[in-house]
């Protein structure tokens, strides 16, 4: 390996596994992924060119697509996304000093997979709702609707922050209520900080294979009771991104 | 959003979107970025910093800009408030001036008042904001 060139880490797995020729890493062009095994462990890898900078979107979307599509058929330890070392040995020295750690923590992944579920308020929607039930702020509505930013940014402000909290009890609520009605079908959940103002939920579920359909069918269910108020999206199945948290593996 | 990239059961509430990357890139960001494990000090010797290009998760964080923006979803309600009895007829009135849809379903005798010019204002702004949201997404998911 020449000195500009670096070893990019997607995931661990177990040592078993292998990629398929035509998995596709990073970089353009693409590396090709291979595994380093060492014990129990392995290492996803593709040769990385140290000048070239990371982190084009066909370089995340690599990324994913690899750690998800090896999440589906063995558990994977997803590594930091733009983790460069310097070569075979460092892969190994990295497989080495934390072994038990890794091998336990893929155990507990066995047939396990991610799934997010992502919901936005239907703006409309949620603060129509909103001003129905709360008489100060329909009265605040009253005052600025029509009159221009300008003349009426105070009361524009104030019942902004209104709607700007309600939402965020809203959220805190339909996130637990989210929690209570599928939860019982995953292994662990987490909440997620929202990415958008308008966010309704956004919780990461850890679903065992056998509980994948139940699990779909609750959150469909869930969907469909607030269909009007949240559109309801469920990404996965994913590598389990959400549920391995550095502290936990490094200490 | 890509439409293509998501799918669902006809007539569900649930929109799938498969994992493997096949979501927008905003997807993408989300589920990937600051996840996974970090290696730790004693092989970081042999991690080479990589010049990663910047790409910042989107952090939601109130401001006096989210609530005008709330405000002026206000302004755009087209939505009746359901315990008001009456009122469809009279925005009916006020949104012959406006496009269905973005009409302002403005409370009483405002609503009647709210033709011509001011509902073209107001549907001019309404029309520059959803021209504005996704050239502003997009700089935000990079």
């Known amino acids: 390996m020449g000195q500009e060139n670096g070893l990019f880490i997607y995931g661990i797995v177990p040592s ?10 990073v ?15 392995a290492a996803l890898v593709s040769e990385v060119g140290l000048e070239e900078p990371l982190g084009r979107p066909a370089d995340l979307t690599a990324y994913e697509r690899l750690l998800d599509g090896t999440a589906v058929v063995a558990p994977v330890l997803p590594v930091r996304f733009g983790t460069v070392v310097t070569g075979a040995d460092a892969v190994e020295d990295l497989l080495a000093a934390h072994h038990d750690r890794f091998a336990a923590a893929l155990d507990e992944l066995e047939d396990r997979l991610q799934y997010t579920v ?4 239907d703006e409309q929607e949620f603060i129509s709702g909103f001003l129905a039930e709360n008489a100060a702020a329909a009265a605040l509505a009253d005052e600025v609707r029509g009159r221009p930013e300008i003349e009426s940014r105070e009361q524009r402000i104030r019942l902004g922050e209104m709607i700007s909290q309600a939402v965020e009890l809203r959220r805190e609520a339909e996130n637990r209520d989210l929690i209570d009605a599928v939860g019982r079908y995953a292994e662990a959940d987490v909440a997620l900080p929202p990415s958008h103002e308008l966010d309704a939920v ?43 948290s550095a502290h936990q593996l490094v200490e | 959003m890509t439409v293509s990239t998501t799918t669902g059961q006809p007539g569900s509430a649930l929109e ?7 979501g927008t890139l905003a997807d993408v960001v989300e589920t990937v970025l600051d996840k996974g494990v970090v290696i730790d000090a004693q092989v970081s010797i042999a991690v080479v910093g990589i010049q990663l290009l910047e790409i910042n998760a989107r952090i939601v964080i109130a401001s006096v800009e989210t609530y005008l923006r709330f405000a002026e979803a206000v302004d755009r309600l087209s939505i009746v408030p359901k315990d008001t009895k009456g009122l469809p007829d009279l925005v009916g009135d006020a949104a012959g001036a406006a496009t269905k849809g973005k009409a302002v379903s403005g409370l009483g005798k405002a609503a009647q008042e709210i033709s011509g010019a001011v509902a ?13 949201r996704p050239r502003r997404r997009r700089d935000e998911e990079r």
């Open chain 1, 16 to 25: 078993d596994v292998e990629p398929t020729p035509e998995a596709e890493g």
């Open chain 1, 27 to 41: 970089g353009s062009p693409p590396g090709e992924v291979i595994a380093i095994q060492h014990g129990e462990l």
């Open chain 1, 118 to 121: 992502h919901g936005r308020f």
């Open chain 1, 202 to 244: 956004r919780v990461s579920f850890l679903v065992a294979g056998d509980e994948e359909d139940e699990f779909v069918r609750a959150v469909e269910d869930f969907a469909e009771r607030r269909r009007d108020l949240i559109r309801t999206r469920l990404i996965g199945p994913l590598a389990p991104y959400d549920f391995v």
């Open chain 2, 16 to 22: 799938r979107t498969s994992g493997g990357g096949g």
């Open chain 2, 120 to 132: 073209d204002s107001l549907r001019d702004r309404g029309s520059e904001r959803e021209r504005e």
